[in-house]
């Protein structure tokens, strides 16, 4: 099987001081990888450079693309990488107001996605639009109110729906759960694993919750300064870490 | 089906002085399709870590366990994810589950995972439910707020839902009555008959004399102090 994401070497400096680096990993079809790491180890970096908002260094982000197979995304051109940025890649964002758009109803936020890959017709943009928010769990009546009325729960199973209802092959999640109470959390975490397993998707989610990680990804990469110090199945790192710090990490939490 | 050589496995706890505690040194079995092996020793023996590494769970610091053809100690992430989802199935001692997913998707999911379809996996999750006592208007709730026992037996049926070719048990009858007991013997004593290799560790010991045919001492690996 061809994976559908490789990473090789990535590394991004910011000045002298290191993002991230070297940074290698591929991801397969279906397959949900994690990113644990503390505060300014280099997680958001990492992943702003693989969905394209922030150009790396060095290294090569191969991803296998529906026309043309296998290809280096940082060697496309900026509209090229931006057709897949809206095509095969969604990105959720920890705060929902990166990722939505405030003045605009529910309904448009998620139509206007559509619209962006070349949808037309009023009509199906709509019942789309609301057939998305019924999967998220949003009432139908509410398609025609903004963002800003929302709860954060509500603003960020928005924002999945604008994220999915291109049919991408590959979301990005910046602590989706950031922010949320547990239980509002349970209940997204259950969203996104059924639209993981629906949609065959995979699905790169960094978080420092370890309790996510492990009921959301199959595969833990661990970050420290930039660099992946430790990687494996998920619930492999999480009971028998080998690295100190990922020992710590673990340690550290009371029960996961 | 199952094999272990001289399988080796240490603890090394690098925030407390870096020490270095050695479980497991030269353990070597082996089981056969439709056997069952009991692993026993006394308590700290080793025998969930033994278990653990075997589903890959935790790592071994050398040897080789291989679980049909595939070196479980060698292989890549999805080679044990696929393992899991269509070889390799383990019987936790404690359920751990998404919350808010009803019982009966908890037990068929292992079915949908190797594609049977939604009405074949219910129906057979819904058996096993049965067999195993779990009130129907329970099946619909999420295990999470189910009694010590009941989560067990959700535990079980799930387990038990896909057959395996291998199948891992700790003490799949701790806290059990003894009609439910009696239930989850059977599951293992069919399940044999249908050819699944299995390790398990009871410490019931009239469980373990009626399935088990074979008993590994794990204390014999115990690495003796330098
Ligand atoms: N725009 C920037 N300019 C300069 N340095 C930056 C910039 N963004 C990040 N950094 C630095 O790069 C390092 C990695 O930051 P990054 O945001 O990737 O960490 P993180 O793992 O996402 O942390 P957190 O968990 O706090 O979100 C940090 O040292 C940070 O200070
Ligand atoms: N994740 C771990 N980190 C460090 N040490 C561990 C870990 N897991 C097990 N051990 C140690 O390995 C040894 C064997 O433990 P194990 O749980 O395998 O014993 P057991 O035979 O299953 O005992 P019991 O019958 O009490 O369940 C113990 O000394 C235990 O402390
Ligand atoms: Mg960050
Ligand atoms: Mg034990």
Same mark, same amino acid.
């Given at each position: 099987?061809?994976?559908?994401?490789?990473?090789?070497?990535?590394?991004?400096?910011?000045?002298?001081?290191?993002?991230?680096?070297?940074?290698?990993?591929?991801?397969? *079809?279906?397959?949900?990888?994690?990113?644990?790491?503390?505060?300014?180890?280099?997680?958001?970096?990492? +992943?702003?450079?693989?969905?394209?908002?922030?150009?790396?260094?060095?290294?090569?982000?191969?991803?296998?693309?529906?026309?043309?197979?296998?290809?280096?995304?940082?060697?496309?051109?900026?509209?090229?990488?931006?057709?897949?940025?809206?095509?095969?890649?969604?990105?959720?964002?920890?705060? *929902?107001?990166?990722?939505?758009?405030?003045?605009?109803?529910?309904?448009?936020?998620?139509?206007?996605?559509?619209?962006?890959?070349?949808?037309?017709?009023?009509?199906?943009?709509?019942?789309?639009?609301?057939?998305?928010?019924?999967?998220?769990?949003?009432?139908?009546?509410?398609?025609?109110?903004? *963002?800003?009325?929302?709860?954060?729960?509500?603003?960020?199973?928005?924002?999945?729906?604008?994220? +999915?209802?291109?049919?991408?092959?590959?979301?990005?999640?910046?602590?989706?759960?950031?922010?949320?109470?547990?239980?509002?959390?349970?209940?997204?975490?259950?969203? +996104?694993?059924?639209?993981?397993?629906?949609?065959?998707?995979?699905?790169?989610?960094?978080?420092?919750?370890?309790?996510?990680?492990?009921?959301?990804?199959?595969?833990?990469?661990?970050?420290?300064?930039?660099?992946?110090?430790?990687?494996?199945?998920?619930?492999?790192? +999480?009971?028998? *870490?080998?690295?100190?710090?990922?020992?710590?990490?673990?340690?550290?939490?009371?029960?996961? | 089906?199952?094999?272990?050589?001289?399988?080796?496995?240490?603890?090394?706890?690098?925030?407390?002085?870096?020490?270095?505690?050695?479980?497991?040194?030269? &353990?070597?079995?082996?089981?056969?399709?439709?056997?069952?092996?009991?692993?026993?020793?006394?308590?700290?023996?080793?025998?969930?870590?033994?278990?653990?590494?075997?589903?890959?769970?935790?790592?071994?610091?050398?040897?080789?366990?291989?679980?049909?053809?595939?070196?479980?100690?060698?292989?890549?992430?999805?080679?044990?994810?696929?393992?899991?989802?269509?070889?390799?199935?383990?019987?936790?001692?404690?359920?751990?589950?998404?919350?808010?997913?009803?019982?009966?998707?908890?037990?068929?999911?292992?079915? /949908?995972?190797?594609?049977?379809?939604?009405?074949?996996?219910?129906?057979?999750?819904?058996?096993?439910?049965?067999?195993?006592?779990?009130?129907?208007?329970?099946?619909?709730?999420?295990?999470?707020?189910?009694?010590?026992?009941?989560?067990?037996?959700?535990?079980?049926?799930?387990?038990?839902?896909?057959?395996?070719? &291998?199948? /891992?048990?700790?003490?799949?009858?701790?806290?059990?009555?003894?009609?439910?007991?009696?239930?989850?013997?059977?599951?293992?004593?069919?399940?044999?008959?249908?050819?699944? &290799?299995?390790?398990?560790?009871?410490?019931?010991?009239?469980?373990?004399?009626?399935?088990?045919?074979?008993?590994?001492?794990?204390?014999?690996?115990?690495?003796?102090?330098?």
């Amino acid at each position: 099987m061809t994976p559908l994401l490789n990473v090789r070497d990535l590394t991004k400096a910011y000045g002298g001081r290191i993002g991230c680096a070297d940074v290698s990993f591929s991801l397969y *079809p279906g397959e949900v990888l994690g990113i644990v790491g503390e505060s300014g180890s280099g997680k958001s970096t990492l +992943l702003n450079c693989l969905a394209g908002h922030l150009p790396p260094d060095t290294g090569e982000v191969i991803f296998d693309t529906r026309a043309d197979g296998p290809r280096d995304v940082l060697q496309m051109s900026e509209p090229e990488r931006r057709m897949l940025g809206r095509t095969d890649w969604a990105f959720v964002h920890q705060n *929902p107001r990166d990722g939505l758009r405030m003045r605009v109803s529910a309904g448009g936020n998620v139509g206007e996605r559509l619209m962006a890959v070349g949808a037309r017709h009023y009509g199906e943009i709509r019942e789309q639009a609301l057939d998305w928010l019924d999967r998220v769990e949003i009432a139908g009546e509410r398609v025609d109110d903004r *963002p800003a009325a929302f709860s954060g729960g509500m603003q960020q199973r928005l924002q999945i729906a604008r994220n +999915l209802v291109t049919g991408p092959r590959l979301i990005f999640m910046d602590e989706p759960t950031g922010g949320l109470d547990v239980s509002v959390q349970a209940r997204l975490l259950d969203l +996104l694993r059924g639209l993981v397993r629906q949609m065959g998707l995979s699905a790169i989610v960094v978080t420092h919750d370890l309790a996510v990680v492990r009921l959301l990804a199959d595969r833990l990469m661990v970050m420290k300064d930039g660099h992946v110090i430790e990687t494996g199945l998920t619930d492999q790192v +999480l009971d028998d *870490p080998q690295a100190p710090y990922t020992q710590l990490l673990v340690s550290s939490v009371l029960q996961v | 089906m199952i094999t272990v050589e001289k399988l080796t496995k240490t603890f090394t706890l690098h925030n407390q002085e870096a020490a270095v505690i050695p479980v497991i040194e030269g &353990a070597g079995f082996s089981v056969a399709p439709g056997e069952c092996v009991a692993l026993t020793g006394e308590s700290g023996a080793g025998k969930s870590t033994v278990m653990r590494i075997l589903y890959g769970n935790y790592l071994a610091q050398g040897g080789v366990v291989r679980i049909g053809d595939v070196d479980i100690t060698q292989a890549e992430p999805r080679e044990i994810l696929r393992l899991r989802r269509e070889t390799l199935g383990y019987v936790s001692q404690f359920l751990r589950v998404v919350p808010r997913v009803p019982t009966l998707d908890v037990v068929s999911e292992p079915l /949908l995972n190797v594609g049977w379809s939604e009405a074949d996996a219910k129906a057979r999750a819904s058996d096993l439910l049965e067999r195993l006592r779990i009130p129907e208007r329970l099946w619909s709730l999420s295990p999470t707020t189910f009694s010590g026992g009941e989560q067990q037996r959700v535990n079980i049926a799930r387990g038990f839902a896909h057959r395996y070719p &291998a199948l /891992l048990l700790d003490e799949p009858t701790a806290s059990l009555d003894a009609t439910n007991r009696e239930t989850v013997l059977s599951l293992i004593e069919e399940a044999k008959a249908g050819g699944t &290799a299995i390790v398990g560790i009871f410490h019931d010991l009239d469980a373990r004399s009626r399935v088990a045919d074979r008993e590994v001492d794990v204390s014999a690996f115990t690495p003796k102090a330098a």
